[in-house]
């Protein structure tokens, strides 16, 4: 069942639909950081002074400059470890897209579903982003003192959160958002196991772009198989 749903969500890949939630993810990401960056560097030119005065060398005006390419340098550093992260977070916002393009490839003959308000959905792609971040740093302890089993509690770990996630987001738009709870603690075993084949390639560099959108048509494939939908 899970392999079948990961399957079918691969093969949609080249969906143009798919590309358009990865591009939109990743052009909101790059906006943020920028945004984040100008504001970065003018709250540092505002605090470096032009010039400064030292003894025996006398003033000094390139201050300001290397102060300035410092933060660009420090922006670009942390972009790495950021990127992930925040075009999760943007795409994250999209996902019910990515379900609406497997339902009309797959599940043709299903009723439309109803669409979940953006503030709603922004709301929960934060609140989700949030979890994820305190979860793994409060798991770095777990990681300290079970180094040889570091890579099994971070996919334990992140496979439950994404496939919670993953599942509510497929499930909500046909059931709401109490029947999405009621299923997922009924096939809390099944939707695990997904999350954690979604969190495999979280280590992946540049793979790990596409886990928000193969997770949310691998779960939407996922919820119509536990629930007795045909394709």
Known sequence: MILTAFTRALGQLGDP???RVLLLGLGLALGLLALFYAG???LVGWMVPESVS?????????????????????MLVLSVFLMV????????????????????????GLPPAGRIPFTEALRDTLAFLGVLIAANVLALVLYLMFAPLAPVIFWGLNGFLLGREYFTV???RRVGRQGAAELRRR??????????????????????????ILGAA??????HALTGARG
Do not use: K
């Open 17 to 19: 639909r798919f590309r």
């Open 187 to 212: 096939h809390l075993p099944v939707i695990w196991l997904a999350g954690v084949l979604m969190a495999v390639p979280l280590s992946v560099p540049l793979v790990n772009l596409l886990v928000p």
């Open 54 to 74: 030292l003894p025996l060398l006398g003033e000094i005006t390139w201050v300001d400059d290397l102060a300035s390419w410092g933060s660009l340098v420090l």
């Open 85 to 108: 992260p925040v075009a999760s977070a943007m795409t994250g916002i999209f996902l019910e897209d990515v379900a609406e393009a497997v339902e009309a490839r797959h599940y043709p």
């Open 218 to 223: 691998t779960f939407t494939h996922l919820y």
């Open 170 to 172: 497929a499930a909500m």
């Open 40 to 42: 970065f560097a003018t």
